[in-house]
């Protein structure tokens, strides 16, 4: 099959060329593949879940642990193009947060529910453009610049209402459009499990058939040749950085219209999960390795521990822990992989 | 007709003069051994020529046209080709996906460009098999020996037709037999009248395949001539200083 394809397009390729497309089979990329391993994990989980407890598997679980795992896995997804070029974003927290608010007062203030996603789709692309312009064109430290907006974005959001809750509840016609177009359950499923579908598949799609997912990757594997051989490195920085607010602003307006008001602590110290969810998927903090589903089934993987320990009747305090050993696990198993 | 030359070419690094008005001409077919101790301005040369690095002064001729680089990517499309000393490879990419790099096979669908693999994979492997190389197209850099990071080095620089190549020290890290391969190589490429400006600290290697050898020394020009009327003493004795300029 891939014989005609390259015998067709090159002409000029001898047998021995072809022989070698056997050598890495299907098998044995899933086998190396960190995403694999993840996604056995999560159907372990579920199969022994289902025995120790009915509620499990039923529907009302069901939904609640993929509505509440899609905030922190479009956010993983945005992540994972941040943390293949080696960088990182600490921002996306606040960043929520900050849409949220800014998306509530507009609704509250009787604007359209059109304006209101405009207000906060433009503020999580600013928060990445100071981002990415920051780290890709002054050359500063990722770290420490999306630590900077961390505080920034956070306290401009307490700055908006001076603190005050702002409630989707009882405030208008707009209000209750908003909520029905973002906290629905088209088919049965909630609105966030679609959005997180299509961006799944759309970033996935970008990564691996766009030649912008291949310098993302390159960036990462090596910045200065990637540079040298004429990538975009600065445009695909930004780019990156203004993927991964973007993904918080949906995020954002996702968890507002689910919670029906904007509290100013919103998505605080989300951006750890978030980070945690891309690791567990395979994402390298180096650089060069990961991949949208891997921050999807990493997400998923925190939820379903959270989910079973909770289900289980097993102190909440003790969640922290078993997330922290399933990170520990993750970055070990990428170890034995190698 | 010089295929490049260039003209007092002047570098200040702040106080330091890395280059001091040098003069430089390479014809196509012609292969340029370019020589001179640690910090005697050869790398900079290069990186001038790359557009890495702009001169503090002096002109680049390309084809008898002044031409301006800023950046290394204008210098390839003028068909100035570099192979790095490192190499430039990123080392979790695969050998194809190394040898496109910045300049990806695309196919339109609807109105999507998206990367063509296979026909990357088939060119890929077409320029291996002319380098006689058994680099494999689908595989990982990183997996990869160093004279099979080296070919992909190479295959990059003749992906197009490039006028000229310049090698940063191809055969410093590679087996002896790699070496015999690269020379071949840079044989290979003179016969297609492409010009090759080969930076070397070997001496055995730039007499086995230069043409003419060019010897720099503290940032000037101490030597430019025919390699028949050079010898590896001479050589030796203008690099470290011995003897003054031929």
């Not at chain 1, 993927?243 to 919670?259: D, F, H, Q």
């Not at chain 2, 077919?29 to 001179?36: A, D, F, I, S, T």
């Not at chain 2, 620089?157 to 410093?172: F, G, H, N």
Request: aromatic share 6%; with cysteine; net charge positive.
């Amino acid at each position: 099959m891939a014989q005609d394809v390259e015998t067709q397009a090159g002409g000029n390729v001898a047998i021995k060329d072809m022989l070698h497309n056997k050598e890495a089979t299907w098998l044995q990329i899933m086998l190396s593949s960190q995403p694999f391993w993840i996604t056995m994990s999560v159907l372990a989980i579920v199969v022994v879940m289902s025995f120790v407890n009915e509620n499990f598997l039923s529907t009302g679980n069901f939904f609640n642990i993929t509505r509440n795992f899609s905030f922190i896995a479009v956010m993983a997804v945005g992540m994972t193009t941040v943390i293949i070029t080696a960088g990182i974003d600490l921002s996306v927290g606040s960043t929520l947060g900050l849409v949220a608010m800014a998306s509530a007062v507009t609704i509250s203030n009787g604007y359209p529910m059109e304006a209101a996603i405009a207000v906060g789709i433009a503020t999580s692309l600013a928060v990445g453009f100071v981002n990415g312009v920051l780290i890709a064109h002054l050359r500063l430290s990722p770290f420490i610049v999306t630590l900077g907006t961390l505080s920034i974005a956070r306290s401009l959001t307490l700055i908006l209402t001076g603190a005050t809750p702002v409630t989707l509840r009882r405030v208008g016609e707009e209000a209750d459009r908003f909520r029905e177009a973002l906290a629905g359950t088209p088919l049965g499923v909630s609105t966030p499990v679609w959005v997180l579908l299509v961006l799944t598949i759309v970033v996935a799609f970008m990564l691996r058939y766009t030649a912008w997912g291949r310098h993302v990757y390159a960036i990462g594997g090596n910045e200065q040749a990637a540079r040298l051989n004429g990538v975009p490195v600065d445009q695909v920085k930004v780019s990156v950085y203004m993927l991964s607010a973007l993904t918080a602003g949906i995020s954002g307006l996702l968890v507002l219209a689910w919670a029906g008001s904007a509290l100013s602590n919103f998505g605080q110290t989300w951006e750890l999960r978030v980070i945690a969810s891309t690791v567990i998927g395979g994402a390298n903090l180096m650089g060069g390795v990961g991949s949208a589903y891997g921050g999807v089934i990493g997400a998923a993987l925190i939820e379903i521990i959270r989910n079973s320990l909770l289900l289980a009747g097993v102190n909440t305090f003790w969640q922290g822990t078993f997330v922290g050993l399933f990170i520990l696990f993750a970055v070990l198993l990428e170890k034995v992989r190698k | 007709m010089a295929l490049l030359e260039l003209r007092k070419i002047a570098k200040n690094f702040g106080a330091i003069r890395a280059l001091d008005e040098v003069d430089l001409r390479v014809e196509p077919g012609q292969v340029l051994g370019l020589m001179g101790d640690n910090g005697a301005g050869k790398s900079t040369l290069v990186k001038i020529i790359a557009g890495n690095f702009r001169a503090t002064s002096g002109a680049i001729m390309l084809n008898d046209e002044e031409v301006h680089f800023h950046r290394p990517i204008e210098a390839r499309k003028n068909g100035i080709e570099v192979v790095y000393q490192d190499l430039a490879l990123c080392d979790n990419l695969t050998a194809a996906a190394n040898v496109f790099l910045g300049r990806e096979l695309k196919r339109k669908i609807g109105p999507l460009r998206i990367l063509n693999y296979s026909a990357m994979y088939a060119r890929a492997g077409a320029l291996f098999g002319e380098l006689k190389s058994e680099t494999r197209p689908r595989d990982l850099v990183r997996q990869m020996s160093g004279g099979q990071r080296q070919a992909v080095a190479i295959a990059r620089a003749r992906l197009t037709d490039s006028q000229i190549v310049l090698m940063d020290e191809p055969t410093a890290a590679i087996s002896v037999r790699q070496v015999v391969e690269v020379l071949d190589l840079i044989r290979r490429l003179r016969d297609q009248n492409v010009a090759v400006l080969l930076v070397s600290h070997r001496m055995p290697d730039v007499f086995a395949v230069a043409d003419r050898i060019m010897v720099m020394r503290r940032g000037r020009k101490v030597a430019d001539k025919a390699i028949s009327d050079s010898s590896p003493e001479e050589v030796t004795g203008l690099i470290t200083g011995a003897i003054e300029a031929a």
